[in-house]
Every structure is written in C-alpha cells, then in structure tokens.
C-alpha cells in the first residue's frame, strides 16, 4: 500500500459488509475515512450521481492522487487487489 493512497468507506449503520470491511481495514492496520449514508439520502445522491449506485458498501481509493478509483460491492479479495 503507497503512503500517499487514501481510502473512503462509504456505509451505514447494520450493514453486515461494511463492517466486514472496517473490520479488514482495522485489522491490517490500513488508515480510512468512513461517510455514514444512514440517515444522509443527499450523500446516497452523490454516489449515485458518481457512480449511479444509492447502496453501500462502496470502497473509494486514491493512488497518489485525487483520483478515485471506485469499488462497487467490494468483498475482500478485491480490496486485497485494489490496495496491492
């Protein structure tokens, strides 16, 4: 993982996956923000806008930069992936 990578987890409360995924952040010791769409719809607006999906979990990472590559559905192994 880059030292300058930024990772934004997009969640809300009683999803299943989106603990799974702060519980691999938390255990690999990887640093990220998380946007709690609970009870925001205009943050469900802006990943629809972004990437026509209203669901999370969606895993956003940048690479150096303030690009974004987005993660739709992300299980592990591609978070695996994305962040190698």
């Not at 409360?13 to 709690?36: A, L």
């Not at 769409?37 to 806008?49: P, Q």
């Not at 956003?60 to 299980?75: C, G, K």
Request: hydrophobic share 30%.
């Amino acid at each position: 993982m880059s030292n300058n990578q930024k990772i934004i987890l997009w969640s809300k409360n009683g999803c299943s996956y989106c603990k799974d995924i702060q519980s691999y952040f938390n255990e690999q010791h990887i640093p990220f923000s998380t946007i709690d769409v609970t009870e925001h719809d205009d943050y469900r607006n802006i990943l629809e806008e972004k990437y026509g999906v209203r669901y999370v979990p969606v895993v956003e990472i940048s690479h150096d930069s303030n690009v974004y590559q987005a993660l739709l559905n992300p299980d592990i192994d591609t978070l695996r992936k994305a962040l190698s």
